[in-house]
Structures are given as structure tokens and as C-alpha cells.
């Protein structure tokens, strides 16, 4: 199994987030903006990866999300991300995600704790 790391910024189009998974570390980065027109294409190497090393390792996991805008697909994919990291911590993975926001409001905030709330994983919320 391979590290994965996919780059698509480029200047004046940041639609696509960077994304680094570590297979060494078990860290996992999707930072930048997100908010292309087919997030699941986007994302497919991302849960294939997450499939592939929930099902082959066992090491620890941690989601490092600093997404800054995002779209509706990204929020779908997102969640089922998220279910498969439910799922790793079920069968005894162990799973943290680290949630990064800038925004000034308590919107944002409690945008990521309805949307994590039933998920069962430790979250810490940093804001930045």
C-alpha cells in the first residue's frame, strides 16, 4: 500500500483540495476549498485508499479536515468518509479527527457538530 497525495491547486482555480494520506503515519490532510462539480470522482482515491487501509493495517488514524468552502457533494462525500472511519473505530481502529475553522460565527461550529454528532469519533474542534 501507497502514501496518496493528490495536488490539483493551481492559481486562480482552487476548487480542489489538497489531499495527503499517510500510510506510514495513519495521518490524513484534506485542506484548501472544495467545491468541484463531481466530488465523488474526486474523492474515489480517497475512499479506496481509506477502504484499503482500514481493511489491511490496523494503526492508528487521524483526519486532519481544514476545509474552507465546500460544496454538496463534498459535504455527501465527506460523510461517507466519515462512516467509513465509524466503521474502522467499530472493528477496534483507532480514529481521531482533527477539525480545523477560521469563521468567525458559532454557525460553523455547530455545522460540524450536527454533522459529526452521531459518528462516535473523538473530534477536536481548533479554531484557526
Known sequence: MN??????????NEVF??????V????????????????RLFFQPVIDWLNNYTSTRKGDLLLIYDIENLNT???RVLFEI?????????????????WHHNDKTD????DILDFTSSIGIDIDIITV
Open 3 to 12: 502514501n496518496l497525495i493528490i495536488n490539483k491547486v493551481r492559481e486562480g
Open 17 to 22: 483540495p489538497y489531499i495527503e494520506m499517510n
Open 24 to 39: 506510514e503515519t495513519g495521518v490524513c490532510i484534506i485542506s484548501g476549498n472544495s467545491y468541484m462539480q463531481n466530488a
Open 73 to 75: 457533494g463534498t459535504s
Open 82 to 98: 466519515l462512516e467509513t472511519l465509524q466503521l474502522y473505530k467499530k472493528i477496534g481502529g483507532k480514529v481521531k479527527i482533527n
Open 107 to 110: 454557525t460553523h461550529i455547530d
